[in-house]
């Protein structure tokens, strides 16, 4: 981090005292309390020298502050008498200095920035006596985000938390956030959903236009419709934002794209021998496909009962008793209003580049979701693969040639850390595999103690807010490499909106505030208090129309059994 000659004069705020408890840290002493923060950005000098001519240049070596402790302090009985001042007592026993307190602080180092290779640590610590001096709102604008606001490739979320709001602007690296995968990791309440929103209206601005694909269990993402017509989404060129709400009656998914186990989770109860039977059926449509074969839930129930049929010992056929019982459950299964055997929703149907697409699924049940989940998922997979490998034309309803990006919402019910789930596997595939085609996941959840740690662990950027559950903490020193123990010790003090960002997608981790939205926020908690006297004023005033008006018009009670019902 070279500073040029237009930064303000820099701001001394200690003196190194020596190493710390290991080689990337080191300790210097200070008075000022107000600017050794956790998480504060401070650095030393050191000068190099190199080249044919041995020119030296000085490099800024920039650091973090991670703890501090109050080494130095007026005497305790001093503060014991609420009476007395502590700054008069000081002043007579001879402390005249304004900060009488001196504090200890440990930095860990991160290094000077080079353009092309990133944070660089030399490895050469300061000598005992060096100055420290705070960071300056400009130097840390241009290195701590690898990308700058506005740019195309930049998603602008926020602020650094520890400086005044907006004075240090935090863009992200959209390509390393979306190939590389995410995580918003948070407590209920937090804002993790208000911080999704805000990375999806920066994918969907004019310098970015992504195509993205959320799945929304609680209906929270309706409000980024708000992006039509929005001033801030237009450009000169004529681009606008298409966001595609499908609502649960929207969402068609086609029986032939379901596999084995998808069937297996939709059908209750099976038994050991329906299993076989099944499977075996699926065995049968497999060798009856012909090229785009799309069968129906009544091919499968003829599958089924040839699965289930066998010559008895006079050479006649018998039907076993597991084929009538799986004919009832899929029957029951075509009846839903999600499975059909035509209509589908295709990815040509779901991404766009400049489209979001809100998969909205509150009124379906967790079985149903997962498979939905996992046939889109593997559908999206598969069709960024063979288009990838030039296998399909353009013609083809899953012909996808350019990057998408799916979001989704509680992912700890998809993955689950220690249960069965249909969409456990296609996670991980695509997590591991999925940079290679273009097909970028960001995952939020509320428990990352109960999200799979195989998942967790591939999200190369995460978003972790206010957490106090003590196991979730603990998974995160796991699950989540890149971020500092240190700013993990901060993650119960966090208000709503401040979130620690690290990984790929930025330079150095960072407490960062996250900006306001464009849009509303579609997933804001009731205020029951309010509601309830809503409620109780309307209805009261009802009420007194009615006890006011004449006998003769008032509702006539109702009767059960010659008992009155007021």
């Known amino acids: 981090m070279i500073a040029p000659t237009s930064l303000p004069l820099p701001q001394t705020i200690g003196t190194v005292k020596g190493p710390g ?69 000081a002043a007579l026993v001879g402390f005249v200095h304004p900060n009488p307190e001196i504090y200890e602080v440990t930095v860990d180092v991160i290094g000077y920035f080079h353009p092309a290779m990133g944070f660089m640590n030399p490895r050469i610590t300061p000598d005992p006596g060096a100055k420290v001096y705070l960071a300056s709102d400009q130097s840390l604008r241009s290195v701590l985000s690898k990308k700058q606001p506005g740019e195309v490739g930049s998603a602008h979320v926020g602020s650094l938390l520890l400086r005044e709001s907006g004075a240090v602007p935090i863009a992200l690296d959209v390509k390393e956030l979306v190939s590389t995968h995410m995580a918003i990791l948070a407590g209920t309440g937090s804002g993790k959903s208000y911080t999704a929103g805000v990375l999806v209206e920066e994918l969907l ?22 992006m039509r017509g929005h001033p801030a989404f237009q450009s000169a060129d004529g681009y606008a934002p298409q966001v595609k709400i499908l609502k649960p009656e929207d969402i068609q998914i086609r029986i032939s794209s379901l596999d084995y186990y998808d069937v297996l989770t939709l059908l209750p109860e099976m038994s050991d021998r329906q299993q076989s039977i099944l499977n075996k059926a699926f ?137 069965p789930s249909r969409c456990k596997m296609i996670l991980r595939t695509i997590l591991s595999e999925g940079r290679k085609f273009g097909l970028g996941m960001g995952l939020i959840t509320q428990r990352p103690g109960k999200l799979d740690s195989d998942v967790l662990s591939q999200c190369m950027s995460q978003f972790i807010m206010r957490i106090v559950n003590p196991v979730d903490q603990d998974s995160l020193k796991y699950g989540v490499e890149a971020a500092g123990r240190d700013l993990l010790k901060e993650l119960p003090a966090l208000t709503k909106g401040q979130v620690i960002i690290s990984g790929a997608c930025i330079n150095t981790p960072v407490l960062c505030q996250v900006r306001q939205r464009l849009t509303k926020h579609g997933g804001e908690t009731l205020n029951a208090p309010e509601e309830w006297q809503n409620y109780f004023r309307s209805h009261h005033v009802a009420t007194r129309k009615i006890e006011q008006a004449p006998v003769a018009s008032r509702p006539r009670p109702t009767t059960f059994k010659g008992i009155s019902i007021e």
């Open 21 to 89: 408890n290991d080689g990337n840290q080191y300790v210097f002493i200070t008075a000022d309390n107000r600017q050794v923060k956790i998480g504060e950005f401070v650095y030393y000098e050191v000068k190099l020298t190199g080249g044919s001519h041995q020119q030296s240049k000085a490099l800024q070596i920039l650091g973090k502050i991670s703890a501090r402790c109050l080494i130095d302090h007026l005497p305790d009985r001093i503060f014991a008498d609420t009476e007395v001042s502590p700054e008069a007592i």
């Open 205 to 226: 601005l004019p310098h970015n236009r992504a195509a993205v694909l959320i799945f929304d269990p609680h209906g929270e993402y309706g409000t980024l419709a708000e």
């Open 283 to 419: 065995t049968i449509l497999k060798r009856h496909r012909k090229g785009d074969y799309r069968w129906g839930i009544q091919d499968l129930i003829a599958a089924v009962i040839e699965a289930d049929t066998a010559e008895d010992e006079e050479g006649n056929l018998k039907i076993g008793s597991s084929a009538p019982a799986i004919e009832w459950k899929l029957e029951r299964l075509a009846r839903s209003p999600y499975f059909h055997t035509m209509d589908h929703l295709a990815p040509k149907d779901l991404f766009e580049p400049g489209q979001v697409t809100v998969l909205q699924m509150n009124e379906i049940s967790q079985e149903e979701q997962q498979v939905i989940c996992a046939t889109v998922l593997r559908q999206s997979n598969q069709a960024r693969m063979n288009t990838q490998k030039e296998l399909i034309s353009p013609e083809d309803e899953n012909y996808l040639p350019y990057p998408v990006f799916i979001l989704i919402e509680e992912a700890h019910r998809f993955a689950p850390a220690h249960e």
